[in-house]
């Protein structure tokens, strides 16, 4: 036991290093969603005030160019606006029963942190719980997606952004319906990569990609890219698209999140089938 | 010279985060400055000080930077490499005490080696753990060069401005 002892007191440097190291990865392997938990609430009050500040600063002097953004983002958003309502085609009426029914709210908030130079990227937003903001939420950019909430801290939020490996996002194509799954492979952060478009429909550069509104996360065609490259997967039947991104990531500062007000009942529906 | 460290140890983490992290040259350059605290670190810092300051340097970087411990992982493999680098790196001088690993103490050549060897490591590490894998290895290995180069730049650009401030 003594000589156990000197010999670890000895080799306290390799010892020190082994463990803190180790601590390290372990760390990063489980930073996934149960550790952004524990660690993430906690600091992001912390960091997050500090980085807003900052951002309070840079906030102004892009000042000129996010005015211009916002104008171009409502006349976007009043010509869109009956696409945020669901029509309810029921035969029954009952006292109170409105034609549409909203199915999505958005809130905007300011991107206070943000990167595009990672393989794994995430931004950091000014809104949190206390605005109502849920894990899953998406993130809108004025011209396209930005990403999705993964945790919620009293006022702030962290978003995996688009660049980010963990990142699918089912998407289709506008003119022919097809959809398939967008991710970012990682060299560019202005190009995704669109998979199991079938081969056999014809893709044409320049078509749209938008958001398929199947995963009860973003609302139906949101604009995602263009095509930029098309060629066939080796060995599959399938396309491999390069889409050239409609947002520049490098420059968000404002966004909008949003709330799916039927994400419950959707949800609800799935589980019932899956039981059945 | 405890103050001194303690005192750097903030400025450069501010840095680091507020000005490195959101510099996106090109897309994919990411330099990772803060490693010049540990460069910096005197001779006669013991061992487990050396982990335990770069675990902590390593791990508020991630916490600003949503990358719980990869920072961490490559800032104690770099503080446990420098031990084995000041000793390969032969020196003019000997590295008596008061003396600091810089270009003021130890010239120019010597910190070029240092830093060099210092940065390169630790963003080799720091770009493997980022990754998690050897897939694509020359996609990473393109970002650790760049992101080292850059790196170096500053901490060399960062030595020579405190030489000129002290000559005054």
Redesign the interface.
Known sequence: MQNLIVFLWRHNFLFIFLLLEALSLLLVVNNNYYQRRVMINTTNDITGTILSSVDEITAYIALKNANQILSEENARLSNRLPSAFMRTDTAQFFVGDSLFRQQYQYVSATVISNSVNRRNNYMKINKGRRHGLRPDMAVLAPNGVAGQIIEVSQNFSSVMSMLNSNTRINAKLKNSNQTGSLSWPGHNYRLGKLVDIPSHVSIHLGDTVVTSGYSHIFPEGQMLGTVQEFSPAPGDNFWEVKIRFSVDYNSLQYVYVVKNLMRDELLQLEKKQVTQ | MLLTNIFRFVVILLLQV?VF??V?IS????PAFYVYFILLLPFETA??LL??SA?AM??SV?????????N??AA??T??VR?AAIRILRSAREYEPGITPGIKDLGFRWFFLYATILITVHHTALFL????TFD?FL?TLRRILASSAVTLGVALIAQLLFIKQDKK
């Open positions: 507020l992290s959101n996106g897309g994919s350059i990411y061992g487990w982990l335990f675990f390593g791990l991630d916490m600003f930077t949503n990358s719980l411990g990869i961490a992982a104690v493999f503080a446990f031990p753990v980022e990754a998690f694509d996609q």
